[in-house]
Every structure is written in C-alpha cells, then in structure tokens.
Nanobody, 115 residues
C-alpha cells in the first residue's frame, strides 16, 4: 500500500492550491480516504474525509466552505481543493487510508500561506 501526496507550495493569503494523493497497492475504490494536516507545534488533525464511493464528504469546521475533497476512482487519486487560503492553513498535509485495520500515510506535502 502506498499513498503519495503532491501539489503543495507557497501561496498568498486568499489564494488556492489543489493537493493530489496517488494511491497504489490496494483496491482504491473500496476504501475511504482522508486528508490530515500538522502545523508546527500542533497535533495532526483530520481536515477532510470521503467515503469509498465519493459520497458524504466531511470537513473540520475551520475549512468548511473553503476546501473540497474529491476522488477519481478510475485514477486511484484523491484531491483536496483549497480556496481562500489563510495563514493558519499552513501545515504539512498528509493523505491517509486504513486498509485491513492498518493506517497508511504519505510523506506529506508542505503548504505555506504567507504574503
């Protein structure tokens, strides 16, 4: 099982980024996926999750209305569209899935929101 994030970078407040997570080694369409983030000095938190079929996305309150999680099961990829970015969104963003009761994480992609 492998998940690999990409798409992070430096963006000004109010800007947008789209993160991608390419998955392999398991039947992607059978599993829920999640995006987490960890800011410096803070614990890792779940930002958004999506079911195997792509329905019922859920978000933490601080990103509702700004972030959108989606998936393309034909491409084994999950996305996180981030709009209206704020400095407090600065963090390392991780893709996650649980396969056979084991957590799998990517290496993370850094998002920095700064002017």
């Amino acid at each position: 099982v492998q998940v690999v994030e990409s798409g992070g970078g430096l963006v000004q407040p109010g800007g947008s980024l789209r993160l991608s997570c390419a998955a392999s080694g398991f039947i992607f369409s059978n599993y829920a996926m999640g995006w987490y983030r960890q800011a410096p000095g803070k614990e890792r938190e779940l930002v958004a999750g999506i079911t195997s079929a792509g329905s019922m996305p859920n978000y933490i309150d601080s990103v509702k209305g700004r972030f959108t999680i989606s998936r393309d099961n034909a491409k084994n990829t999950v996305y996180l569209q981030m709009n209206s970015l704020k400095p407090e969104d600065t963090a390392v963003y991780y893709c996650n899935t649980v396969v056979r009761w084991r957590d799998y994480w990517g290496q993370g992609t850094v998002v920095t929101v700064s002017s």
